[in-house]
C-alpha cells in the first residue's frame, strides 16, 4: 500500500523549493525515504500548469516501523515550517 501526500512548498522554509529537495534533506536529516512525484511523472500538472510537489511513501513495514518514520517526517517538517 502506498499514498501520495502533497507537500505544500509555500509552508516550508527557503531550503524546501520543491518535491525533491523535500526528498534529499528528509533522507539526509531523519534517515526516512521518500520518493519525489517527479519519479512518477507529477512534476508539472499540464492540465493547470503548476508545479506539482507530492512524495510517495510506501506502508510495506511493520506498523512500529511505520510509527516512527511518521515521527521523523512531523519532526522534519515542524523543523522547517515557515516562521
Known sequence: M???VKI????????IVDDLTFMK???VEENV???????????????INIS???FRVVFCAPENIIKIACERIRSFC????EN
Open 2 to 4: 502506498y499514498a501520495m
Open 8 to 15: 505544500h512548498v509555500d509552508k516550508f522554509d527557503d531550503t
Open 25 to 27: 534533506l528528509l533522507l
Open 33 to 47: 525515504v521518500v520518493l519525489p512525484g517527479r519519479a512518477f511523472g507529477l512534476e508539472i500538472s499540464a492540465e
Open 52 to 54: 506539482c510537489h507530492v
Open 78 to 81: 515542524l523543523r522547517h515550517k
